[in-house]
């Protein structure tokens, strides 16, 4: 330092101890305290003093040593950027937002612990939203898209393992009670629908979703049905009249389970939407009339399925956004919403688990997760390809609103992606603080300083990811979008008192 920069060093370190002598030398404030000249918290002053001078013997140290500080310093920090490579991003969402050792962690040990890992149901959701200031209920063409889009999307398959994934082979469906007869469990296997929690379920519409596809053939009759045509009672009562297969077809058993699940006549005294649709039953309350039905009305109270005792979907799952009357029914709704439930992993595992299909297959829980991944994916893509062309209708020209998505593997999808750490976006924001550090610091020298800050600055984040990821600790999205950002915001303004400091001793 040239002796014109040490008398102006000096001068403003005794104008600082003049003006702020805690701060600029904490002994000589002790001093003056134990003197009487002044007032102050003594204790706190020694400490800050002890601190002061060790950081003095430190910064000698590494002026002397300046080489060897600089390469050990670098060295320590590409070291822990390495671990970077080992890094755990967590996008689970039970990982992320349970809180750890509370009641709903247990209970869900609980729950795995009893029903075992990846046991239960998943459900998948599609939304149907009403444009601005719009009413799903004033017209049955907002439903009738509903069930275009609906049944599109539950009829994607999903080709893995060599084999075609439908719907009904991963879908959550009613059981029902075995038989000897094995006609009978096969009739029954084909006929039982996947559960589709619909407001859909209100109108005879909704057994379009049921299939299946090809009809079931009912040996005894000669003739297959599907839900569309199904009146379960009076199948069951057909079947009676056939005296040569009266004794050995169990009517008793049948009968009393559908009395137990209120299985009456389906669908087939529901109103239409259409009643104009050749398939619309006669015994539909408005198929002569060729009304459409009062939707509201229809909607209030809920929907019940095939089996009203069991399949009683609340008002509030299926139609959101509403306004009744002053009567408590429906007049005006912004929403509809269809769940379709899937099996769990490990319920799927089972369900197939033996199965003659199997047989080339080293079957296991993780492939039945990854096909259920799959065709959420393309349930989800199906659905998003519908709301772009659900604008309007082709009959009527009328807006009938948007179509949104929600499963469990777009949450994680989406969680995934959010977590990601995008390399534009890093280096665009390192070129940013390199330009805002260059552009304040005029001076060559001071430009070099800031320059080479922000370098050390973002290798200083880097490492102490890495030593985060060496310690076994998982990321998640506040980790890679949040904290990066934050840590060189506090680096920068570290870095400009630093230079503030430079261009006071320059």
């Known amino acids: 330092m040239s002796p014109r920069s040490t008398s102006s060093y000096c001068r403003r370190h005794d104008l ?30 020694l400490l800050r003093g002890q601190l002061q001078g060790q950081l003095v013997q430190l910064g000698r140290f590494i ?18 950027c390495v671990g970077l490579k080992s890094a755990h991003l967590e996008t689970d969402v039970h990982n992320l937002w349970v809180q750890r050792g509370g009641r709903l962690e247990r209970e869900q040990a609980y729950v795995r612990s009893t029903l075992g890992e990846g046991a239960g149901t998943s459900s998948q959701l599609m939304i149907q939203t009403a444009p601005p200031g719009g009413d799903l209920l004033r017209r049955p063409e907002a439903l009738l898209s509903h069930l275009d889009a609906l049944s599109r999307a539950t009829q994607v398959t999903v080709d893995m393992y060599e084999l075609t994934w439908r719907l009904k082979d991963l879908c959550y469906a009613p059981s029902f009670p075995t038989f000897d007869e094995s006609y009978v469990d096969d ?28 009809p079931a053939h009912i040996p005894i009759l000669g003739f297959g049905v599907q839900w569309t045509d199904l009146n379960p009672q009076r199948l069951v009562g057909e079947i009676q009249k056939v ?19 209120g299985i009456t006549s389906a669908y087939q005294e529901k109103p239409c939407l259409d009643p104009s649709d050749p398939r619309c039953p006669e015994t539909a309350p408005n198929k002569r009339s060729g009304r ?17 005792k069991y399949m009683h979907w609340p008002e509030d799952l299926i139609v959101g956004g509403v306004q009744k009357n002053r009567s408590g029914h429906i007049v005006r709704a912004e929403a509809l919403q269809s769940v379709v439930q899937l099996m769990a992993e490990r319920d799927m595992y089972h369900y197939w688990k033996g199965h003659y299909r199997m047989a080339h297959l080293d079957w296991t829980m993780d492939k039945a997760r990854s096909i259920l ?7 989800a893509e199906e659905i998003l390809r ?31 992606d959010f977590s990601q750490v995008s390399p534009v976006r890093v280096a665009l924001g390192c070129l940013l603080m390199l330009w805002a550090a260059a552009a304040r610091d005029n001076p060559w020298g001071s430009a070099i300083l800031g320059t080479v800050g922000v370098l050390l600055a973002v290798a200083a984040v880097g490492a102490g990811l890495g030593l985060c990821a060496l310690l076994g600790l998982p990321f998640n999205a506040a980790t890679t979008q949040v904290l990066p950002s934050l840590a060189l915001g506090l680096a920068l303004d570290t870095l400009f008192l630093l230079d503030q400091a430079y261009r006071q001793g320059a």
């Not at 101890?17 to 204790?43: F, N, Y």
């Not at 080489?67 to 070291?79: D, P, Q, R």
């Not at 991944?373 to 349930?379: G, L, V, Y």
């Not at 609103?401 to 469990?408: I, K, N, S």
């Open 373 to 379: 991944e799959a065709w959420q994916r393309k349930f």
């Open 386 to 416: 519908e709301d772009a062309s659900f604008e309007y209708r082709n009959t009527t020209r009328r807006p009938i609103g948007d179509l949104h998505v929600f499963t469990a593997t777009s949450l994680a999808d989406v969680m995934k």
């Open 16 to 45: 600082g101890l003049l003006t702020r002598t805690s701060w600029t030398d904490a002994r000589t404030a002790v001093r003056q305290i134990e003197k009487g000249r002044a007032s102050g918290g003594r204790w706190s002053l």
């Open 187 to 214: 009739m029954l296997e084909k006929l039982l629908p996947c559960i589709i929690v619909t407001p859909l379920d209100c109108f005879w519409e909704g057994s379009k979703l049921l299939g299946p596809e090809i």
């Open 63 to 80: 002026d002397r040593n300046a080489g060897k500080v600089l390469f050990v310093g670098l060295l320590v920090l590409a070291t822990f």
């Open 243 to 261: 005296a040569t297969f009266g004794g050995s077809f169990p009517f008793d058993t049948i009968q009393d389970f559908m009395r137990r699940a």
């Open 292 to 308: 459409a039905p009062d939707i509201g009305a229809q909607l209030t109270g809920g929907c019940y399925g095939f089996a009203t």
